[in-house]
């Protein structure tokens, strides 16, 4: 079995001024990309995915716009 461990992405996360979650996106796409190539069979969240308790819409929405990424490539 192949696995891809990930940790405490942190979706919404931002600095005073500074959005980071267009940033987030690009690297989360890339790791997508990366369990297609690996052909991975597991992509293992573990810690936060989102940044706080009640995560804004926009971060829910990248989050599942990656999953359905991941999911649809045959990876759990």
Sequence with gaps: MRMIH???W?????????????????VLGAL????VAHEADVVLISGDLYDRAVPFPEAVQ????IL?????????
Excluded: M
């Design 32 to 35: 997508a990309d990366l369990a």
């Design 6 to 8: 990930t940790s405490d």
């Design 62 to 65: 990248c989050a599942t716009r």
């Design 10 to 26: 942190h979706l919404g996360r931002s600095f005073p001024g500074h959005s980071l979650l267009a940033d987030q996106e690009a």
């Design 68 to 76: 359905a990424r991941i999911r649809a490539a045959g990876i759990s």
